[in-house]
């Protein structure tokens, strides 16, 4: 069973011991990385990611801030450890924590992905999010829509 925990003082070395395949490198921010900004960034949300007992990824949203917009939020990392990819713990995570955001009152989740990136390119379709576009960097920009 996949669950979301907050990232806490008891788990966050375990979030950031975990690793990606050597192919997957530069797809997103380290979770070293994105622990440390969300140090300074306070309306950063981050879940370590378990299955069954035992942390297995990380994920993290925020609702958008510039400019302030409280039903628009973005799921900017999600980071399964590769010894636990393909088990369907990436889209199960998604959903918790779309359900998540939904209960705090957004209306709409963006996320985006690397051009290169053929994992994500197929899970976010999946799970209703439609392509928008282009973000500044590249990036394939994705919105879903809560009803």
């Known amino acids: 069973m996949t669950t979301l925990q ?3 003082r008891e788990n966050w070395r375990a979030c950031i011991r ?3 395949h050597e192919h997957q490198q530069g797809f997103v921010a380290s979770n070293v990385g994105t622990i440390a900004e969300s140090r300074f960034e306070p309306h950063f949300v981050l879940r370590a ?7 297995v990824g ?8 510039d400019p302030p917009a409280p039903t628009l939020y973005w799921i900017f990392r999600l980071m399964i450890d590769k010894h636990h990819q ?3 713990i990436g889209t199960a995570a998604m959903r918790l924590a779309i359900k998540e955001i939904r ?4 209306h709409k989740v963006r996320t985006m992905h690397k051009p290169s990136n053929e994992i994500a390119a197929a899970l976010y379709p999946k799970l209703g999010f439609q392509q928008i576009g ?3 960097d590249g990036d394939v920009l994705l919105e879903l829509e809560l009803q």
Do not use: N, R, S, W
């Open 134 to 136: 282009f973000h500044d």
């Open 58 to 65: 990380m994920l993290a949203y925020c609702p958008e801030d």
């Open 6 to 8: 907050d990232v806490t």
């Open 49 to 55: 990611i378990y299955a069954e007992d035992k942390v």
């Open 18 to 20: 975990l690793e990606m």
């Open 103 to 106: 209960e705090l009152g957004a």
């Open 86 to 88: 393909g088990q369907g």
